[in-house]
């Protein structure tokens, strides 16, 4: 019954006529080309800037567990949740080919960013670039999947309350996105469903095997203790898993962000459905802009370094605004509040609708516009 009516509803959808966007050549032409030229020297800077970060975390771990005990590990942890989704992104720009023009420094460099973090390089390329090829599309977009209304009333009540539970945010990256694969594939076990030819499996075999080696260099150098390693390598670990789930998910979620099934998605169109969100504190500069320049990232992800990000989002609001009012324009906004906006709406955008034909919204969004139509 339930179905039927589903069903009945869709026939009754609206089609609306698809927008005439500008073509992704006309976005190019709106941003500086400098904006396009990657510089090794610069992109090699920024990966040592974040090692030696990353160093100078440790070198300070115990002065500030002796003085400020577990509430200073707990800021401690914060800090390393930032700071490791510096180098995060590092290795991100390497597998975009972002960071320089030779593909095999790229690789290098990813596997030195991205296998302390305990991320297979090769693998989260792979699935990213999924992202990225197919953002807003209902079916294809890949790392944070889309949930219909169907898919959501499938899920078991455990399911659903892991998803709004808020420490959930600390396990879904590691392990449960990359080591268990879902919902896209183990990106440590070569024989996964990600990946499509032995070249892959090959590659993911390496990725994971590096990752493996600075696990265990980790659990050595803190004196074969469990403890230990699960107390200064894991659980850091896992507030940068942490700061990427949840940047990501709010880079492409809000109330009014629209979804498209296949014959309505489109490149451009999806690609607007990205907002720019301001973290403040200083945070958008320790992490390559990628929080404030995502909508210039996603447009081209494979041209513009994050050091060119911010000068390219300046071309984007131009060539955007004439859609200002329509559901296509630049979208940004301030979250200094990020972690509380995380977790809200984490739980308050919990599955998409139809709004028109071909086009999905998130059903509190839906809703809303209906009732403000009615108060009219
Ligand atoms: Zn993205
Ligand atoms: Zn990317």
């Known amino acids: 019954m339930a179905v039927a009516t589903q069903l009945n509803h869709k026939k009754e959808l609206r089609s609306v006529p698809p927008p005439k ?3 992704i050549v006309d976005i190019k032409n709106a941003i500086p080309a400098h904006c396009f030229t990657k510089d090794t020297f610069t992109s090699v800077r920024y990966l040592i800037q974040d090692l030696l970060l ?21 800021a401690w942890y914060w800090a390393y949740g930032f700071v490791g989704f510096a180098l995060f992104l590092i ?50 977009d890949r790392g944070h999947a889309w949930i219909t209304e169907k898919k959501y009333n499938s899920r ?7 998803a709004a539970f808020p420490l959930s945010g600390w396990l879904i990256f590691t392990p449960l996105y990359t080591v268990f694969g879902w919902p896209d594939g183990s990106h440590y076990w070569p024989f996964s469903r990600l990946f499509d030819n032995n070249i892959e499996r090959l590659k993911c075999a390496f990725s994971a095997t590096c990752c493996l080696i600075c696990g265990y260099t980790a659990y050595a150098l803190l004196g074969y ?15 940068q898993g942490f700061v990427l789930y949840m940047v990501t998910y709010l880079q492409h979620r809000d109330v009014d962000i629209e979804v498209y099934e296949p014959e309505e998605w489109q490149f451009v169109r999806g690609q607007t459905q990205t907002i720019d969100r301001k973290y403040g504190f200083g945070l958008d500069t320790l992490m390559h802009h990628v ?4 909508v210039a990232h996603h447009f081209f992800f494979t041209k513009i370094p994050h050091y060119h990000l911010m000068d390219a989002t300046e071309g984007i609001k131009k060539v955007l605004k004439p859609y200002e009012n ?51």
């Open 21 to 23: 966007l500008p073509s």
């Open 54 to 74: 990353m160093a100078a975390l440790y070198l300070i771990l115990s002065p500030v567990e002796r003085y400020f005990g577990w509430v200073g590990l707990f």
């Open 91 to 140: 290795g991100h720009d390497t597998g975009h080919g972002s960071f320089s023009d030779y593909e095999w420094l790229n690789d290098i460099c990813g596997h030195i960013a991205h296998a302390p973090l305990l991320v297979p390089y090769w693998p989260w390329q792979k699935s990213h670039r999924q992202h990225h090829q197919f953002t807003a599309h209902l079916e294809k």
């Open 156 to 162: 078991s009540w455990l399911k659903r309350s892991f």
């Open 225 to 239: 203790s469990v403890y230990n390693w699960f107390k200064y390598y894991y659980i850091p670990l896992s507030f």
């Open 291 to 294: 929080t404030d320049g995502h």
């Open 326 to 376: 329509t559901p296509y324009g630049y979208k940004s906004d301030s979250n200094y509040d990020f972690f509380f906006k995380f977790l809200h709406y984490r739980t308050k955008l919990d599955y998409l609708i139809n709004k028109s034909k071909g086009v999905l919204q998130h059903r509190v969004g839906v809703e809303g516009e209906r009732a403000a139509r009615k108060n009219h």
